[in-house]
């Protein structure tokens, strides 16, 4: 990303990775068109995905969305019948919940979202079968026709039980999130994945 806001991507381009509008792989850094004139002021990469939030708080996603990740109507997608998932290969508006908030930072898992307002509301959306939503549910719980959530949640959903805490920061491990509030506490959604973390000198540090 450039001073001016102003994104590039190279690499492999397969299931829209890129955001070029195609699944070519690209050798050399290559501007991503669709988002020219938005303003982007910061950008995440998932593990097959990538978000971007832009001056206006709005949030852009593309890329893979086998979990739900890129938080989406499926008729925006494309569909790949030799793996049988769905991807973007164009930078799209996240709207829907999201429509009305003022997004201030994002995070990526490997098939996971997160995004954090200016009110320090936090939402989420993707694959919650290890719990990384903070939703109550995952593969050990889940009951179809019962829970509340399936294990893939396509749309942001609002983390209700940080409603009482202000959060100040958000992260994303590949199956595992964590929040940290205005007075430095941590709050994390996993399962098994950590043996602790603490905040030393303002920074995040963890042993997993």
Same mark, same amino acid.
């Given at each position: 990303? *450039?001073? !001016? #806001?102003? &994104? +590039? @991507?190279? =690499?492999?381009g397969? %299931? /829209?990775? $890129?955001?070029?509008?195609?699944?070519?792989?690209?050798?050399?850094?290559?501007?991503?068109d669709?988002?020219?004139?938005?303003?982007?002021?910061?950008?995440?990469?998932?593990?097959?995905?990538?978000?971007?939030? *832009?001056? !206006? #708080?709005? &949030? +852009? @996603?593309w =890329?893979?969305?086998? %979990? /739900?990740? $890129?938080?989406?109507?499926?008729?925006?997608?494309?569909?790949?019948?030799?793996t049988?998932?769905?991807?973007?290969?164009?930078?799209?508006?996240?709207?829907?919940?999201?429509?009305?908030?003022?997004?201030?930072?994002?995070?990526? #898992?490997?098939?996971? @979202?997160?995004?954090?307002t200016?009110? /320090?509301l936090?939402?989420?959306?993707?694959?919650?079968?290890?719990?990384?939503?903070?939703l109550?549910?995952?593969?050990?719980?889940?009951?179809?026709?019962?829970?509340?959530?399936?294990?893939?949640?396509?749309?942001?959903?609002?983390?209700?039980?940080?409603?009482?805490?202000?959060?100040?920061?958000?992260?994303?491990?590949?199956?595992?999130?964590?929040?940290?509030?205005?007075?430095?506490?941590?709050?994390?959604?996993?399962?098994?994945?950590?043996?602790?973390?603490?905040?030393?000198?303002?920074?995040f540090?963890?042993?997993?």
């Open positions: 990303m *450039t001073a !001016q #806001g102003q &994104v +590039y @991507s190279w =690499g492999q397969e %299931g /829209g990775l $890129l955001g070029h509008g195609n699944s070519i792989s690209q050798p050399t850094p290559k501007k991503i669709a988002l020219d004139g938005l303003s982007i002021t910061s950008i995440v990469c998932g593990g097959l995905h990538t978000l971007a939030v *832009t001056k !206006q #708080g709005h &949030v +852009y @996603s =890329g893979r969305a086998e %979990g /739900g990740q $890129l938080g989406l109507p499926t008729d925006q997608m494309f569909y790949d019948s030799r049988n998932d769905l991807y973007l290969t164009t930078p799209k508006r996240i709207r829907g919940p999201l429509d009305g908030h003022f997004v201030i930072q994002v995070a990526c #898992g490997d098939a996971h @979202s997160l995004a954090l200016n009110l /320090g936090v939402y989420g959306w993707g694959y919650t079968n290890y719990g990384q939503l903070g109550g549910v995952s593969q050990d719980n889940y009951e179809p026709g019962v829970s509340k959530y399936n294990l893939q949640v396509p749309d942001p959903t609002l983390i209700e039980k940080l409603r009482s805490v202000k959060i100040a920061e958000i992260f994303a491990g590949s199956t595992f999130s964590l929040f940290m509030t205005d007075k430095k506490e941590v709050n994390y959604s996993l399962r098994n994945v950590m043996e602790h973390y603490s905040i030393l000198n303002n920074s540090m963890g042993a997993v």
